[in-house]
């Protein structure tokens, strides 16, 4: 199954708007580096989350696995896609952490998630596939 057939062209225009949305909501204090993600939920419904950097490292957060926390709070657990957004002139790809968090709650009918990555400009995406970034992702 072809990962883009579950998301539409305006599912990605909404996900692109909730990600820039919490792009703006980022706090990096230290790096100034800002991240903004959406991710689409089986339900239809968007959900978007922004980076929170700590001093300490391991207190922060990626915008990935906020958006994912942000809907698993509201009953959402399965995703076909995800949308990332930052402020750099390249897209951004999600770290393997975000990668292996993502796997957890990929979408069981594909069995894999679609991952939006964008420059900044929603005519700028790269469509990829979560196995693709993460071909051995640990599950049980």
Known sequence: MDLREKVTQDDIRLMFKEAKSALSQAYAPLTHFHVGAAVLANT??????????????????????AALAHA?????????????VGEKEKPLYPCGVCCQALLSFRDPASDDMLVIVTKNKEEETQFLSLRQLLPHGFTL
């Open 44 to 65: 239809g419904k968007i959900y978007r989350g922004c980076n929170i950097q700590d001093p300490i490292i391991d207190l922060g957060i990626c915008a990935e696995r």
């Open 72 to 84: 698993i709070s509201f009953g959402a657990h399965y995703f076909p896609a995800v949308l990332i």
